[in-house]
């Protein structure tokens, strides 16, 4: 079983930081991409940012130049620090990986449980 928790949500006032980290446990072979998604009430769920297990990373424009993903290969970890937060960014924050169980598996996608993330003043 795989496992993806998520921590580090909360409320902050516009303007402030806040530091998001997921880690992955359980019979993991292999991550390939892990990323960050957010779904704020009454949207779609949208990609934030995402990172390759080489470092490669790929961010949202609305989020470009604000936050920044990063991940541990050997932990298993990828974390999202967020600065410069704008009340638009508050959302139900979920990180995701896209793995394997095993060397010759079919990679699958994980979600985590998700963290809530409020900007307000």
């Known amino acids: 079983q795989v496992q993806l928790v998520e921590s580090g949500g909360g409320l902050v006032q516009p303007g402030g930081s806040l530091r998001l980290s997921c880690a992955a446990s359980?019979?993991?072979?292999?991550?390939?991409?892990m990323g960050w998604y957010r779904q704020a009430p009454g949207k779609q769920r949208e990609l934030v940012a995402t990172?390759?297990?080489?470092?490669?990373?790929n961010y949202a424009d609305s989020v470009t130049g604000r936050f920044t993903i990063s991940r541990d290969n050997v932990k298993g970890t990828v974390a999202l620090q967020m600065s410069s937060l704008r009340p638009e960014d508050t959302a139900v924050y979920y990180c995701?990986?896209?793995?394997?169980?095993?060397?010759?598996?079919?990679?699958?996608?994980?979600w985590g449980q998700g963290t809530q993330v409020t900007v307000s003043s």
């Open positions: 995701n990986a896209n793995l394997r169980r095993r060397s010759f598996a079919t990679p699958d996608e994980y």
């Open positions: 990172i390759l297990a080489g470092g490669s990373t």
């Open positions: 359980g019979s993991i072979f292999s991550i390939n991409t």
